[in-house]
């Protein structure tokens, strides 16, 4: 019952929003003939009715499209966000009116002529406007489903004044969030491992998140996976969702059973899965630090199962350390005020919310406003953070201007 009076909710929310936007549809074509007029609202409206009908019935849907399923609905959502934006122009426009209106009332009333507000007319150009922007967003939306496995190489060469000089020159590759339960297409991400392994990186580090929920997700993609090997081996940490919080399960012991599974899994890939613990590299007399916990986050809704109280401990000694942290948060919260001597941070977790703009120095994504380090590089005096953009997805499945990564470091 409660689902229903939710969709039902969902229904006259969407209703209005289409009403609205039908202003702008009218408005456009006003000058043309009714007959071109009947089509174009009838497609309005019959493309609305459809999309509400889709949404209503995705539950009982669900048997018969499978994997098509978030597919039908990120289209729907991607429908009704392009409206929201589209909307936001016309907004705008009703704003102009409106003080076009009281602006002219005033006058009005003082020369005796009066002004109604059927002789202010919607712009045009503001519903063209709207319309266009919103029609821009949801191809771009639509597009994404196309990219999900455009891998990105990004290198950055990392100076640091207190590395063993017997370290200049080490590559490492990282790589995060996975999200084995999303992946499709085993033959793209075999080319996107194949891209790592082009590297020939000296260290490979992967920060977490392997699956969405569950350690079955893994499947035949634990072959591709293990194909990956270093000189200094491969490395791992646990995400938020490898510990499968988000998923239902029969008891606790199922829960953890899962976990043990999926720490199994790693092992069998040859992968050494760090759990608030760390490694010690030696080369011609040099040493630094590899330190790994569980995920910890800065952000309340997420438990914090690091312990850096664990896992720094017997590290005071080295001069160079890097930390493995799944969550960015993590830097700010603790690392950068408790660890000053920790020198570099890997992190991942945000996915760039797999939609921004990235372009000559400039990048945006609405996941900014969540986190304050969500992408890239951040440097804070001797220390550095980088957060990995994410290999795979979850929820929307595409890519809009935050392409998947592989972080290609050199230390110097």
């Known amino acids: 019952m409660r689902s229903w009076r939710l969709a039902w909710m969902v229904v006259i929310i969407a209703l209005l929003l289409d009403l609205y936007l039908f202003q702008a549809v009218k ?11 009947t089509v174009i609202y009838g497609v309005y409206w019959g493309c609305s009715a459809l999309a509400l009908v889709i949404f209503c019935f995705l539950p009982y849907l669900h048997r018969r499209l499978g994997r098509r399923l978030g597919y039908a609905f990120f289209i729907i959502i991607g429908i009704y966000l392009a409206k929201l934006l589209a909307c936001l122009f016309l907004l705008i426009d009703d704003g102009r009116r409106l003080v076009q209106w009281v602006a002219g009332g005033v006058t009005g009333s003082q020369t005796g002529t009066g002004l109604s507000a059927e002789g202010i007319y919607r712009s045009v150009f503001m519903s063209w406007l709207g319309l266009g922007v919103g029609a821009g967003l949801y191809l771009a939306f639509l597009y994404g489903f196309t990219t999900k496995y455009n891998y990105r190489i990004h290198r950055l060469k990392l100076a640091f ?62 072959a591709i996976f293990a194909r990956l090997k270093a000189p200094l081996g491969v490395y791992s940490i646990l995400g938020n969702h490898d510990y499968g919080d988000y998923a239902w399960w029969e008891n ?34 040099g040493q630094i630090a590899l330190i790994g916990i569980e995920n910890w986050s800065a952000k309340a809704r997420f438990p914090k ?7 720094y401990p017997g590290t005071e000694s080295y001069p160079f350390k890097i930390l493995m942290s799944h969550d960015p948060s993590h830097w700010d919260a603790e690392v950068r005020r408790d660890y000053p001597d920790i020198d570099l941070m890997l992190a991942g977790h945000t996915h760039g919310m797999q939609f921004g703009l990235e372009m000559a120095g400039f990048k945006w994504s609405p996941v900014q406003y969540l986190y304050r380090e969500w992408a890239g590089l951040y440097e804070e005096g001797r220390q550095k953070l980088y957060v990995n953009r994410g290999f795979g997805f979850i929820g929307y499945p595409g890519r809009v201007g935050i392409m998947p990564e592989i972080t290609i470091i050199e230390l110097a």
Do not use: C
């Open 252 to 285: 606790p012991e199922a829960k953890k059973a899962n976990l043990d599974r999926l720490m199994r899994i790693q092992r069998e890939m040859g992968w050494r899965l760090l759990v608030n613990e760390h490694v010690v590299f030696e080369r011609n007399g």
């Open 305 to 311: 199962y690091g312990k850096m109280d664990v896992a």
């Open 161 to 222: 004044d207190n590395l063993p000089s017997s370290f200049k020159g080490l590559k490492i590759a990282q790589l995060s969030d996975i999200h084995s339960g999303s992946l499709r297409n085993p033959a793209a991400v075999s080319r996107g491992i194949d891209m790592v392994l082009a590297e020939k990186p000296d260290l490979i580090l992967f920060t977490g998140d392997l699956v969405n929920d569950k350690a079955v997700e893994v499947g035949d993609y634990q």
């Open 27 to 37: 408005s456009v074509s006003a000058e043309t003939s009714t007959r071109t007029r």
